[in-house]
């Protein structure tokens, strides 16, 4: 069983928790996880909230692949504003900032964001790791190859599974002796990935347990789905819940979804079966 320390408000992860998207872009993928004013952002979070989301992850940057960057100064424009106010209004909610570059990360903090999610784990911004580790937050660190405009070029691996669990053993390493203390991994599902990668990665992911960190999964709506199916990410949310359950049923404590009412009923009924109690020590 893992807790983190946000902010001096400790948040068990189990039952596994679920957190909840909110996108501040105009490009995300999936056209209703954006929003554009702070009165939407507001109406979003509290239907989340009332759904059952422990966590809201805010996000000023498209990272689907191919997307286009933007500066420092334009996503701190977008996100900063967005958790000021949602702190004030929700301060019992748990505000985590999806951002990879280090400015945004300490502005965010300051508005009253209380994890930093990184999809480069400290890759794409070398003071990212060292800013996490002075402003004593969780991080969440993913796995990708390159940055997301070239991710998806080439994804090539002999095991996946073993890839990702090296990088994750040696960022980790990296992580506690900057003197971070609450780590979370991500294996990226989507990112620098094949579909046969991401599926792999999923039927595999108790392996990652062996890291001994929280395991954060983000399949909701993706093309791992959609895809598959030959639908699209709008009518992808039953083919998100069922990889939502085979996650779960695999150690997943931390499920970041578009649909926090679908994923939270997924958890209840695991844990009401009696499913997740192996995965967690109990």
């Known amino acids: ?28 993928f999936y056209a209703g996880s954006r ?26 940057q498209s990272t689907r692949p191919g997307a286009e960057r933007i500066s420092v100064e ?17 301060p019992e909610i748990v505000l985590s900032v999806d951002t990879f570059y280090a400015k945004v990360a300490a502005a965010s903090v300051a508005a009253g964001a209380s994890i930093v999610n990184d ?7 070398t003071a990212m790791i060292e800013t996490v580790a002075a402003l004593k937050v969780p991080y969440i660190l993913m796995h990708m190859k390159g940055n997301p405009q070239t991710m998806q070029q080439h994804p090539v691996y002999e095991d996946v599974t073993r ?30 990935k094949t579909a ?14 062996m890291l001994q960190v929280p395991l954060m999964l983000g399949v909701s709506r993706k093309s791992i789905v959609y ?36 994923a939270k009923q997924a958890v209840d009924l695991l844990v009401a079966l009696g499913s997740l109690s192996g995965n967690y020590g109990l």
């Open 1 to 28: 069983m893992y807790t983190l320390n946000a902010n001096g408000r400790l948040l068990s992860l189990y039952p596994p928790a679920i957190m909840g998207i909110i996108n501040i872009t105009p490009d995300s």
């Open 196 to 209: 046969a990668h991401n599926f792999q990665l999923i039927r595999e992911l108790e392996a990652l347990s």
């Open 35 to 60: 929003e554009q004013s702070i009165a939407g952002v507001l109406s979003k979070a509290e239907r989340m909230i009332e759904e059952g989301a422990a966590i809201l992850d805010i996000g000023g």
């Open 74 to 90: 334009e996503e701190l424009e977008r996100v900063v504003p967005v958790i000021s106010a949602l702190s004030r209004t929700y």
């Open 119 to 125: 999809v480069s784990a400290g890759l794409l911004d």
């Open 163 to 192: 890839e990702v669990l090296d990088f994750f053993i040696e960022r980790i390493a990296f992580c506690r002796k900057a003197g971070i203390t609450d780590l979370i991994a991500d294996p990226g599902i989507g990112f620098a």
């Open 227 to 262: 895809k598959t199916l030959g639908i699209e990410a709008k009518d992808a949310l039953n083919g998100t819940t069922v990889l939502h359950t085979a996650g779960l049923l695999k150690g997943a404590n931390l499920l970041r979804v578009h649909d926090v009412l679908e």
